[in-house]
């Protein structure tokens, strides 16, 4: 009886010392900052995925992120092309303020660098005790500039600096931070190695090695923008299945071959619908090494894409439907130019199977983060936190949206609530005729009203007036001097 009562007496302060122990395990590891994992599709149509009504293939982990989380009807991008959309993803300011504001190339490799006073959310995010990294093309400032990423934020780059080196799926470099890292399997003509593959690894291996930290990773994927290429593996799966197929004579050798001229495809159609595969095999992976790791609950991925489906290189936008019940493409500002799929996925957080129709936009992220980093907002931006649409509470509202594209003739847009302003062929005329859609009743932009709506045409003239702010670099053709 004594020798029971001793061993009860023992398990009693065993089981103490346990509690004791984890408590003060849980005092000395306080409730860590939500890690943010940021994936930005390229050229990903609004239409490209099975969920928002893709016919000719599935994106079964794609749509399972959107069932389990929040996805928003309503979202646009930065830009209608990939740097200045990077740029008002970066900075939380649309185009008409944001420094990039357009594919402007610097030689022999980068484009137009962002400024070393640039206020960006990698810069933001590290600053407040965040481990950064960027995986894939960046586009906003050529290597050791002050637009490369490592000066703008991030503690880790693995990928292409150069958009237009980027147009190749087998280059023969790529960055790591500031060593060029040559890719011999692609030497000379070689195709051995598959840049989105390498660079997926790499964005694995920064979520193991900081699992026990609070980190931001930027995932900026070059899928499925041109060239048309794909790992045979993926390519074997739709070969044949999208007859006629889409052919495009490309350049397959010379002093252009893998500097920024698309390689020749036969199978255009094959080979989209394997890019897509692909991408979205690794946003499934992105999400099972969370969830392996054990931080699924304290992580929120964001999946959107830089702008509207492109035409280059033998893609066919128009056989997959890829800007959905849309008008307009890359380099639009109609709204399948603009208009991007967007999904939200924080487990225990975001209520599941969730759609939001809250109109917002890419300069909203910078804000996001802020707000779910609990850091204090820079100034002058003109995103809005949606942090209260993904928790259920009271959203703030934009008064409106704008965006300008100083190429192809100069154009500008604005959303202001239902009502959609475009105004093209400005370069030469500031005050070209505007075009007004009414999208409730006329998503698809077929009908200009403008005519009858006289008042309306003047509120969206004065808010393209008030928010373009000239630019130095970017300049529409009527601010040029000679």
């Given at each position: 009886?004594?020798?029971h009562?001793?061993?009860?007496?023992?398990?009693?302060?065993?089981?103490?010392?346990?509690?004791?122990?984890?408590?003060?395990?849980t005092?000395?590891?306080?409730?860590?900052?939500?890690?943010?994992?940021?994936?930005?599709a390229?050229?990903?149509?609004?239409?490209?995925?099975?969920?928002?009504?893709?016919?000719?293939?599935?994106?079964?982990?794609?749509d399972?992120?959107?069932?389990?989380?929040?996805?928003?009807?309503?979202?646009?991008?930065?830009?209608?092309?990939?740097?200045?959309?990077?740029?008002?993803l970066?900075?939380?300011?649309?185009?008409?303020?944001t420094?990039?504001?357009?594919?402007?190339?610097?030689?022999?490799?980068g484009?137009?660098?962002?400024?070393?006073?640039?206020?960006?959310?990698?810069?933001?995010?590290?600053?407040?005790?965040?481990?950064?990294?960027?995986?894939?093309?960046?586009?906003?400032?050529?290597?050791?500039?002050?637009?490369?990423?490592?000066?703008?934020?991030?503690d880790?780059?693995?990928?292409?600096?150069?958009?237009?080196?980027?147009?190749?799926?087998?280059?023969?470099?790529?960055?790591?931070?500031?060593?060029?890292?040559?890719?011999?399997?692609?030497?000379?003509?070689?195709?051995?190695?598959?840049?989105?593959?390498?660079?997926?690894q790499?964005?694995?291996?920064?979520?193991?090695?900081n699992?026990?930290?609070?980190?931001?990773?930027?995932?900026?994927?070059?899928?499925p923008?041109?060239?048309m290429?794909?790992?045979?593996?993926?390519?074997?799966?739709?070969?044949?299945?999208?007859?006629?197929?889409?052919?495009?004579?490309g350049?397959?050798?010379?002093?252009?071959?893998?500097?920024?001229?698309?390689?020749?495809?036969?199978?255009?159609?094959?080979?989209?619908?394997?890019?897509?595969d692909?991408?979205?095999?690794?946003?499934?992976?992105?999400?099972?090494?969370?969830?392996?790791?054990?931080?699924?609950e304290?992580?929120i991925?964001?999946?959107?894409?830089?702008?509207?489906?492109?035409?280059?290189?033998?893609?066919?936008?128009?056989?997959?439907?890829?800007?959905g019940?849309?008008?307009?493409?890359?380099?639009d500002?109609?709204?399948?130019?603009?208009r991007?799929?967007?999904?939200?996925?924080?487990?225990?957080?975001?209520?599941?199977?969730?759609?939001?129709?809250?109109?917002?936009?890419?300069?909203?992220?910078?804000?996001?983060?802020?707000?779910?980093?609990?850091?204090?907002?820079?100034?002058?931006?003109?995103?809005?936190s949606?942090?209260?649409?993904?928790?259920?509470?009271?959203?703030?509202?934009?008064?409106?949206?704008?965006?300008?594209?100083?190429?192809?003739?100069?154009?500008?847009?604005?959303?202001?609530?239902?009502?959609?302003?475009?105004?093209?062929?400005?370069?030469?005329?500031?005050?070209?005729?505007?075009?007004?859609?009414?999208?409730?009743?006329?998503?698809?932009?077929?009908?200009?009203?403008?005519n009858?709506?006289?008042?309306?045409?003047?509120?969206?003239?004065?808010?393209?007036?008030?928010?373009?702010?000239?630019?130095?670099?970017?300049?529409f053709?009527?601010?040029?001097?000679?």
């Amino acid at each position: 009886m004594k020798t029971h009562t001793n061993n009860l007496i023992l398990t009693l302060i065993l089981l103490t010392l346990v509690a004791c122990q984890n408590q003060t395990k849980t005092q000395e590891q306080p409730n860590k900052k939500p890690n943010i994992i940021y994936i930005l599709a390229d050229d990903l149509g609004y239409g490209d995925l099975s969920f928002t009504g893709q016919q000719k293939f599935k994106t079964p982990n794609i749509d399972q992120l959107a069932k389990d989380g929040m996805f928003f009807t309503q979202h646009y991008s930065g830009s209608t092309v990939c740097a200045p959309s990077r740029s008002a993803l970066m900075t939380g300011q649309h185009t008409g303020h944001t420094f990039i504001r357009g594919n402007k190339p610097i030689f022999p490799e980068g484009q137009y660098p962002l400024l070393s006073s640039a206020v960006t959310v990698s810069k933001i995010l590290k600053s407040s005790g965040y481990v950064t990294g960027a995986f894939g093309k960046w586009g906003l400032g050529n290597p050791g500039s002050t637009g490369d990423p490592n000066n703008q934020g991030f503690d880790e780059f693995y990928g292409y600096n150069c958009q237009r080196i980027a147009h190749n799926y087998y280059p023969y470099h790529l960055w790591h931070n500031q060593t060029k890292e040559t890719l011999q399997g692609n030497s000379e003509r070689k195709t051995e190695t598959y840049a989105p593959e390498i660079i997926h690894q790499k964005a694995l291996s920064f979520l193991e090695e900081n699992k026990d930290n609070t980190f931001f990773m930027f995932y900026p994927s070059v899928i499925p923008h041109a060239e048309m290429f794909a790992p045979e593996k993926y390519m074997a799966k739709y070969r044949g299945k999208f007859l006629p197929e889409k052919n495009f004579d490309g350049v397959d050798d010379g002093e252009m071959y893998k500097m920024g001229s698309y390689g020749s495809q036969s199978e255009g159609h094959a080979a989209f619908a394997a890019m897509v595969d692909l991408l979205d095999q690794q946003v499934g992976e992105i999400r099972q090494k969370i969830e392996n790791l054990g931080i699924a609950e304290n992580t929120i991925i964001i999946f959107s894409s830089d702008n509207g489906p492109h035409q280059e290189a033998g893609a066919d936008p128009e056989y997959f439907n890829s800007n959905g019940k849309f008008k307009g493409i890359k380099r639009d500002l109609y709204e399948g130019g603009i208009r991007v799929p967007m999904i939200a996925y924080w487990p225990t957080k975001i209520k599941p199977n969730t759609t939001s129709a809250h109109v917002s936009a890419f300069w909203d992220f910078l804000p996001t983060a802020c707000d779910i980093a609990q850091v204090e907002l820079p100034k002058n931006i003109d995103g809005i936190s949606f942090l209260p649409e993904l928790m259920g509470e009271k959203q703030e509202l934009h008064d409106h949206l704008y965006w300008e594209f100083y190429e192809r003739g100069g154009r500008q847009a604005v959303r202001l609530g239902n009502w959609k302003g475009i105004r093209l062929k400005m370069s030469n005329n500031s005050k070209a005729p505007l075009e007004l859609y009414d999208l409730a009743q006329d998503v698809g932009e077929q009908n200009n009203i403008a005519n009858n709506h006289p008042e309306i045409v003047a509120e969206i003239n004065a808010i393209m007036e008030k928010e373009h702010v000239t630019s130095e670099v970017f300049r529409f053709g009527f601010e040029k001097t000679n």
